[in-house]
């Protein structure tokens, strides 16, 4: 346990950021979940209109540090093949 006064303050701010974090992250998977349900009941305008939603929200967590740059373009990679394969089919 923090027993400084500095380190005391470093385990609040480390608290703060770490739910403020957690926030984000939980954010971002929200979106991503839209998409893929949006997918999977097979609407291609509802699914390509989440997806236009998802890319700046995924793109600003990569600036934030919630995501790694990898990640998001996985991800975004992803759910684009996702939605082509729906126009496909």
Request: hydrophobic share 40%; proline share 2%.
């Amino acid at each position: 346990m923090a027993n400084n006064p500095s380190s005391k303050k470093r385990a609040r701010q480390a608290e703060k950021r770490r739910q403020a974090n957690a926030s984000q992250r939980s954010m971002v998977r929200t979106f991503i979940k839209k998409v893929v349900s949006k997918a999977d009941a097979g609407s291609y305008e509802d699914a390509s209109a989440a997806f236009v939603a998802a890319v700046p929200v995924i793109d600003s967590m990569v600036n934030k540090g919630i995501l790694s740059k990898n990640k998001a373009a996985r991800t975004k990679s992803r759910l684009n093949a996702r939605i082509k394969a729906l126009k496909a089919a």
